[in-house]
């Protein structure tokens, strides 16, 4: 699934929380120098090719023929897709997920995939399957060692404490022998309404502490994160659109769904690895200034007023969205 439609109060945030990419690679050490030349290298040479094909086996006969490594190829194909397959939720209308029995549903299964991956490369639309699927055919097709996951994801106020809900596919690709998470979807750019492409490598190798922010996979090893979080946990988290924070930052108030009746009219906050110049917040289109707060080498501390009534709050560093909560 991609962002639907944010709220005014949550439009920002989600373009922030979309647009980090090249940003992410630098600070993450996700690429090392040495190799950032050649993904140049590879994604210039993906500028030159089609934009559509009839088959998968075509596009992979271009990708075997311009490289060799497993990193240049696993680069080639999200970049292909990145820039070429664009997002439509009408697509999920194309295909019938019904069946009789399981027999029925392995076949179907196995039909609807070959379908989506054609219409993918042939019309340049899909919802996440279609991404997710023709990532892992052309992983398949260079002989890559990959597989599909599915889980749920966390983009709105409206995720925080609510029910697991499988609605999102991404993919895990092992290269020389390391598995690495990918989101051709998110990277391709976002859906309000409309889609709009925006290509990012944010989603390309992203380190599991930072995937993990926002994805939650069905089978819990596919997180690739060193210690064990529930569905609930991760569902009461609250949303981390800040770049360099991670979960583990979050020291007061660790969860996403605040009860207005736990304060005394103001909510305490301490967080980690951020030391930000200006802290401002808000419950609405207001966007509030707070003037005091400590900012040391190690964590910031600050206040925010409670306003009853109220049920989403912003918090903003340095003029950007950062941290999002519930109130109840």
């Known amino acids: 699934m991609m962002i639907l439609k944010p709220s005014n109060t949550t439009q920002v945030a989600a373009r922030f929380f979309r647009n980090f990419g090249v940003w992410m690679l630098v600070v993450l050490g ?29 596009l992979s006969r271009f990708i075997t023929r311009d490289f060799t490594s497993e990193e240049d190829k696993v680069r080639a194909i999200y970049t292909w897709i990145i820039e070429n397959v664009r997002y439509d939720p009408d697509e ?11 027999r029925e549903r392995n076949q179907k299964e196995e ?12 019309k340049g639309v899909a919802v996440c399957e279609g991404y997710a699927m023709l990532f892992e055919r052309l992983c398949e097709l260079q002989g890559i060692q990959n597989y599909l996951v599915r889980g749920d994801t966390k983009t709105h106020f409206k995720d925080i404490g609510r029910k697991y809900n499988t609605n999102h596919m991404w993919n895990v690709a092992l290269i020389d022998g390391k598995p690495y998470l990918f989101d051709p979807t998110w990277g391709a ?20 502490e930072h995937f993990f922010k926002t994805h939650y ?17 991760f569902s009461r988290r609250p949303l981390i659109i800040e770049k360099s924070l991670l979960l583990t930052n979050l020291e007061t108030p660790a969860e996403g769904l605040l009860r ?25 289109d207001e966007v509030i200034l707070i003037n005091e707060f400590t900012n040391d080498a190690n964590a910031v501390e600050f206040t925010i007023p409670i306003e009853m009534g109220r049920s989403n709050l912003l918090i903003y560093f340095d003029d950007k969205p950062a941290l999002g909560y519930k109130i109840k």
Do not use: C, M, W
């Not at 999920?92 to 399981?102: A, E, I, L």
């Not at 039909?111 to 042939?122: A, F, P, S």
């Not at 750019?189 to 599991?208: A, C, E, H, Q, V």
């Open 111 to 122: 039909n609807t995939r070959e379908k989506i991956i054609k219409r993918t490369l042939q």
């Open 30 to 58: 996700v690429v090392g120098s040495s190799y950032a030349q050649e993904y140049e290298r590879v994604d210039a040479s993906i500028q030159l090719y089609p934009t559509e094909f009839d088959t998968p086996e075509q």
């Open 217 to 233: 996979p069905d089978i819990f090893e596919d997180a690739f994160v060193d210690h064990p979080v529930s569905r609930e946990e």
């Open 260 to 284: 207005s009746d736990a304060y005394f009219g103001e909510i305490p906050f301490r967080i980690t690895n951020i030391s930000p110049e200006r802290i401002s917040y808000s419950y609405g």
């Open 189 to 208: 750019g976002r859906f309000n309404g409309t889609f709009i492409k925006d290509p990012s490598y944010y989603f390309y190798k992203t380190p599991p």
């Open 92 to 102: 999920y209308k194309q295909f019938n997920y019904s069946f009789k029995n399981y």
